[in-house]
């Protein structure tokens, strides 16, 4: 678990204020900070890696101590036990893809490691290829390896996908989803991609000016509480089962029951929805 209570300066588009957290991630979670660009959500991430200082905090992983300003507590990034995966990658230009892996090994790593983690990001046949030849979703894919070759606790996600296509983003988030499962981590995504949120997230911190303003699952940060009866929606299908279609519009999440109107809906389909009835049809 980690337990993250922090007050950090911040310069808004408003003028001067304060990032103002207090929560904490189960061991194994999934959770996207959410919120408007500049409300606090990257410097949170950076907070949580080391890479600043707040005015006052503390950070505890499992029992363990990383900042405690009061005690004059804080560990460099180095001695995190953290992944950071940036919004433009930020790999080495001047390396081919294994040479990254193997500039994020550890003393005493496994020597096995990169050739494993080339292998399970379908990089092998890239390990001697530089950044510049490779596609978005490549960097990407070796971005991600790089912080997994320190074997983290903690994965932190900076809009890893936001530059990418919509069938490769689609693609990435379903390995995100198997790596976050298959390595044990605690993961923290901001984005501001509702439906990705929705994939992937089992709860959601919404930030808004340095400020928690709701936590809770997708389903409940973004419900739909009431609609006009006249208006018609524009939404994305996010999830299709026996049970339910549900539909994001906006910020908003819709529960429809399957019928006629339903059947052969995936997700990532646009729908416009009356909100007077719910009825629905699929858009081109």
């Known amino acids: 678990m980690i337990r993250i209570s922090i007050r950090k300066k911040l310069h808004l588009a408003g003028g001067n204020g304060e990032l103002n957290i207090n929560t904490e991630l189960d061991d194994r979670s999934f959770t996207a900070l959410y919120g408007p660009s500049g409300a606090g959500k990257t410097t949170l991430l950076r907070i949580i890696a080391g890479l600043l200082q707040p005015e006052e905090g503390i950070i505890e992983v499992n029992g363990q101590t990383w900042l405690n300003t009061a005690q004059k507590i804080n560990l460099p990034p180095q001695k995190r036990n953290i992944g950071f995966v940036f919004q433009d990658y930020a790999l080495f230009p001047n390396m081919t893809v294994?040479?990254?892996?193997?500039?994020?090994?550890?003393?005493?790593?496994?020597?096995?490691?990169?050739g494993n983690l080339l292998h399970t990001m379908g990089l092998q046949n890239l390990a001697h290829q530089k950044p510049e030849l490779l596609s978005g979703g490549q960097k990407q894919r070796v971005a991600l390896a790089r912080a997994l070759m320190r074997e983290p606790q903690i994965l932190l996600l900076d809009e890893p996908l936001s530059a990418l296509d919509d069938a490769t983003r689609h693609h990435l988030q379903t390995e995100l989803q198997v790596v976050h499962q298959q390595y044990n981590l605690i993961t923290l995504l901001v984005s501001h991609h509702i439906p990705e949120v929705y994939k992937l997230a089992q709860r959601v911190i919404q930030i808004?000016?340095?400020?928690?303003?709701?936590?809770?699952?997708?389903?409940?940060?973004?419900?739909?509480?009431?609609?006009?009866?006249?208006?018609?929606?524009?939404?994305?299908?996010?999830?299709?089962?026996?049970?339910?279609?549900?539909?994001?519009?906006?910020?908003?999440?819709?529960?429809?029951?399957?019928?006629?109107?339903?059947?052969?809906?995936?997700?990532?389909?646009k729908v416009s929805i009356h909100a007077a009835d719910l009825s629905l049809q699929k858009l081109s």
Do not use: C, M, W
Request: aromatic share 4%; charged share 15%; net charge negative.
């Open 208 to 269: 808004e000016a340095g400020q928690i303003i709701k936590t809770g699952s997708p389903a409940q940060v973004f419900s739909l509480h009431q609609a006009s009866q006249g208006l018609n929606l524009i939404g994305e299908v996010v999830s299709v089962s026996a049970e339910h279609v549900e539909i994001l519009t906006g910020h908003n999440l819709i529960n429809i029951k399957p019928s006629y109107q339903t059947i052969g809906l995936a997700i990532g389909d």
């Open 98 to 114: 294994e040479r990254n892996l193997l500039y994020a090994q550890p003393p005493n790593g496994n020597k096995n490691k990169v």
